[in-house]
């Protein structure tokens, strides 16, 4: 691995560490201002949409400019979200008010984040050949989540009531902070600067693709065309359609591990946290026993998301500490052993059949679309007043149902073309020109 992986991995890390603590500060933030419990999914909700909407131009950007200067300035748009929901008190006792500025905050973040991993994943094929971009894949899915980990900690360590005391009562902290959520968002707007310096390290990669387009309708044209390249490639849909269920069923899944750690167990938030973090410890160990799956033989783990499913309906039936993290580990390992074959494989065909910037922007519009749509359905749930053990079961049949019938799509495009695998690995055309 080259040096300019690692740096890459690094600012990855820092980003995504903030970007999980971020979430659990602005829930708390969120509960402070008295808001209902099915706005938090909603929150997300709007951060979703950032990804949705921007999709079609993200790409384009990402693309246009060294990817390691991309991130930095979209680092720079998540740091001004943070700042943003700062200015929420500036408003009064208008609740109402206050929360559309949370959201609006989260959503630039969300706005940062979408330009983001067009060039986060998009640097990985540049700097890595197709037979490692499954290892390295899941060195930066292991690492993410690890992040995730450690961010969803931090958010519960920095909103837990000692620490935040404890934090608030420092001269140079008080005199920007005065409540909980303020000290713990101030503290990830450093973590978010720290990324943004290592992303200044990065080296260049050298690679180069031709002018890219900046008229919007051309652009969305164009867009829609990739989406539908991706689609119609028998290998390129199904590992997809995969990823798409992985990332939305990964993002409900965090606010449902929130309200079942309330409701089932009786844990606050910050305790909720912990266990975030340790399905995603699961995922660790998971993505890294899938870095010795071939990329040719990615498509063998497809089974191990129908197990995933069923795994998660264990949930309810769990009361003693270590059920609980036994059953969290293990859903989080069955779900980054499967997740990151299927997401080398879609960026190696993306790659192939687009470019860096532009496959990752459909993939991203896709499993973003996914968490819209997920996160909406587990709203309406918490809205119709469903148990949360109920809206678990449900959730966990329409995974493993989903996998199920993915399996069987990739059976029927094996039967039309027994040869599938042997196009796996080729180089293609692609767009990139080197120089």
């Known amino acids: 691995m080259k040096k300019g992986f690692y740096l890459v991995m690094i600012a990855q890390a820092l980003s995504s560490v903030a970007d999980n603590a971020l979430l659990i500060a602005a829930i708390a933030l969120i509960a402070d201002l008295r808001g209902p419990d099915w706005m938090a999914p909603m929150m997300k909700w709007w951060f979703a949409l950032a990804y949705v909407v921007l999709a079609a131009f993200v790409g384009a950007f990402a693309d246009s400019f060294p990817k390691g200067r991309v991130m930095f300035i979209t680092n720079a748009i998540k740091i001004s979200g943070c700042l943003l929901m700062f200015s929420y008190q500036t408003l009064g006792s208008d609740h109402h008010a206050q929360l559309i500025l949370v959201f609006c905050a989260y959503t630039l973040v969300g706005i940062g984040a979408a330009a983001y991993s067009p060039a986060k994943y998009g640097i ?78 990065i080296p260049l990669t050298n690679v180069r693709y031709p002018k890219q387009q900046t008229n919007p309708i051309k652009l969305i044209k164009t867009f829609g065309g990739y989406v539908s390249i991706l689609w119609h490639d028998k290998l390129g849909q199904i590992s997809l359609a995969v990823t798409t269920l992985f990332w939305g069923a990964g993002a409900t899944l965090q606010f449902i591990v929130i309200e079942w750690g309330a409701q089932h167990l009786g844990y606050r938030l910050d305790q909720a946290s912990v266990l975030m973090g340790i399905a995603a410890v699961g995922t660790v160990f998971g993505s890294i026993l899938a870095g010795r ?31 609980v993290y036994g059953v969290l580990m293990l859903v989080g390992a069955l779900s980054g052993f499967f997740v990151v074959p299927m997401n080398a494989l879609l960026q190696h065909r993306g790659h192939v059949l687009l470019s860096a910037g532009h496959s990752i922007a459909v993939q991203n519009f896709n499993e973003q679309l996914n968490i819209l749509l997920m996160l909406a359905i587990y709203s309406l749930m918490l809205w119709l007043n469903l148990p949360i053990n109920v809206i678990i079961v449900i959730f966990g049949l329409l995974v493993a149902t989903l996998m199920l019938i993915f399996i069987r799509w990739n059976r029927i495009n094996h039967r039309a073309n027994p040869d599938l695998e042997s196009t796996i690995g080729q180089h293609g055309h692609g767009q990139a020109l080197k120089h």
């Open 293 to 323: 799956v071939p990329l040719k033989r990615a498509l063998s783990v497809l089974p191990v998301g129908v197990v995933m499913g069923f795994a998660v309906m264990l949930m309810p039936i769990v009361q003693h500490t270590w059920e």
């Open 124 to 201: 990985v094929t540049e700097m890595l050949p197709p037979h490692l971009l499954v290892k390295g894949n899941s060195w930066i899915e292991g690492l993410t989540v690890l992040s995730i980990i450690v961010g969803t900690v931090l958010g519960g360590i920095l909103i837990h009531p000692a620490v935040s005391d404890a934090l608030r009562s420092h001269v140079w902290i008080a005199q920007f902070a005065q409540t909980r959520a303020e000290a713990a968002i101030f503290m990830i707007a450093l973590v978010y600067l720290a990324a943004a310096g290592t992303n200044l390290l």
